[in-house]
């Protein structure tokens, strides 16, 4: 908790106090706490299971049960459906506790929300009375009510404290208030949607005289779901293994660029997203930016580790990198485009490049992204012939490169992904790197980054 920024807790604080409001029955109302407590139950017992099996389910995978509550029973007791479950949940991160609160108290809002909602639009009539195609109109609004009050809360935690990334509570760094909310809404419709229907025939089935019991069976297709994400969650853990163990290679056998891998990842990352790639081509141009030098591999080490100029044949052998590369990870499927990136991120856009002298539109687009990855790190870090450049002075010389080297959208999207939100990678070596026994600088090998040839790197 400690570790919790003031702001954040203060933020916590105020969402926790009016989930407890919302907890309060008003006065004289009608109790369905067996109801509640049934389903309290039920969506519990959904998260222990998880949290015992040790799989990180998506968010909103027992969503149903929520909205079925919200579909059956008046606010506060479908408030009160979501705390058990919140609080046994399973959380990957710390603060453990301080996490669960704050999901417990996030959910009992967006429930208290939908299910006002749906009681306003005469929702709960049309539930018990079976009318399915009347139900569905509450039962959307009530589910856009969830969605919207989600994204609001989310977004206010990353605009008081994470950063990086649209995890609540994920990491402390402050993020301009404009980015915050910025596609959590449209990221969760879609799928929320396909949960509020599954919810809404729960409630329907429980309304129907064959009860509770019947209602039980809608939750059958979503524990196949999430079985499906449970492989998927593994399978996904295998081929981050697989890259690492290749890119941990690369890093014992060519010392002086060790984390640059992972560093043009993230680079490769930030351009694809300004660029507004899908998830699914942004994780693959992550994967590009890490592999872009798995091919080192098959060069002999003590090219890489030469400290004075290469002969033209020694230089030739440098420039197989990129197929070498190519050749490790043909195989690997999951890969996608990201071996095109391997095998062409040394091309140039005027066609001076290698392996291949591609020009232009002939260059895949993933090997141009990681092209200005790959220089921007180079430029940026501290290596043994060169010490880094600040970053403003590295983008400015991207941007006067871009068009004959680089391709200008690339260069843009980077810039501009910068802008917004900093570039802050781990330091790629010490100054211990920097000199040889004797205290004497190293003599940067050719085709190191100098000014003016910020992709001339190994």
């Given at each position: 908790m400690t570790a919790v920024p003031a702001r954040v807790r203060a933020y916590v604080a105020c969402v926790v106090g009016a989930a407890l409001l919302c907890l309060l029955p008003p006065p004289g109302g009608r109790a369905h706490w067996w109801a509640a407590l049934l389903l309290a139950l039920l969506y519990a017992g959904c998260e222990r299971a998880a949290r015992f099996?040790?799989?990180?389910?998506?968010?909103?995978?027992?969503?149903?049960?929520?909205?079925?509550?919200?579909?059956?029973?008046?606010?506060?007791?479908?408030?009160?459906?979501?705390?058990?479950?919140?609080?046994?949940?399973?959380?990957e991160h710390r603060p453990v506790a301080l996490r669960r609160i704050w999901r417990?108290?996030?959910?009992?809002?967006?429930?208290?929300?939908?299910?006002?909602?749906?009681?306003?639009?005469?929702?709960?009539?049309?539930?018990?009375?079976?009318?399915?195609?009347?139900?569905l109109g509450p039962a959307g609004a009530a589910v856009l009510a969830f969605c919207l009050v989600l994204a609001l809360l989310d977004g206010g935690i990353l605009a008081?404290?994470?950063?990086?990334?649209?995890?609540?509570?994920?990491?402390w760094g402050k993020v301009p208030a404009r980015w915050a909310w910025r596609g959590l809404l449209a990221r969760s419709l879609a799928p929320i949607a396909v949960h509020g229907l599954a919810g809404l025939m729960m409630a329907v089935l429980w309304r129907s005289p064959y009860g509770p019991v019947a209602a039980l069976l809608v939750l059958l297709p979503m524990c196949v779901s999430w079985w499906a994400f449970a492989q998927y969650h593994r399978e996904r853990g295998a081929?981050?293994?697989?890259?690492?163990?290749?890119?941990?290679?690369?890093?014992?056998?060519?010392?002086?660029?060790?984390?640059?891998?992972?560093?043009?990842?993230?680079?490769?990352?930030?351009?694809?997203?300004?660029?507004?790639?899908?998830?699914?081509?942004?994780?693959?141009l992550r994967f590009a930016g890490i592999l872009h030098d798995v091919g080192k591999l098959g060069v002999p080490?003590?090219?890489?580790?030469?400290?004075?100029?290469?002969?033209?044949?020694?230089?030739?052998?440098?420039?197989?990198?990129?197929?070498?590369?190519?050749?490790?990870?043909?195989g690997i499927g999951f890969l996608g485009e990201a071996r095109a990136a391997v095998l062409h991120h040394h091309e140039r856009l005027d066609g001076s490049g290698y392996p291949y002298g591609l020009a232009g539109r002939q260059i895949p687009e993933s090997a141009r992204v990681v092209a200005v990855a790959d220089a921007f790190d180079a430029m940026t870090s501290t290596r043994s012939y060169s010490r880094a450049r600040p970053v403003p002075v590295a983008l400015a010389e991207l941007e006067r490169c871009a068009g004959s080297q680089f391709d200008p959208a690339m260069v843009t999207a980077l810039v501009e992904a910068v802008g917004r939100s900093g570039w802050h990678p781990a330091v790629t070596a010490g100054d211990e790197e920097v000199r040889d026994r004797t205290g004497t600088p190293r003599v940067p090998p050719p085709g190191a980054p100098v000014a003016g040839r910020p992709g001339a790197h190994r």
């Open positions: 099996a040790g799989i990180s389910q998506p968010a909103g995978t027992f969503y149903p049960v929520l909205l079925a509550g919200a579909f059956l029973l008046p606010g506060p007791a479908a408030a009160l459906v979501a705390v058990p479950g919140a609080l046994l949940s399973h959380v417990a108290a996030e959910l009992v809002l967006a429930v208290r929300a939908a299910a006002e909602v749906h009681r306003l639009l005469g929702g709960r009539d049309a539930v018990a009375a079976g009318d399915l195609p009347c139900a008081v404290g994470p950063g990086a990334r649209p995890t609540p509570l994920g990491q081929h981050q293994a697989t890259i690492r163990a290749l890119v941990q290679a690369v890093d014992i056998k060519d010392g002086y660029t060790r984390g640059h891998s992972e560093r043009v990842g993230q680079a490769s990352m930030m351009i694809a997203r300004q660029l507004g790639m899908d998830d699914e081509r942004v994780e693959v080490t003590r090219l890489l580790r030469k400290d004075g100029p290469l002969t033209p044949e020694e230089r030739r052998v440098i420039e197989l990198h990129p197929e070498y590369g190519h050749e490790m990870v043909r």
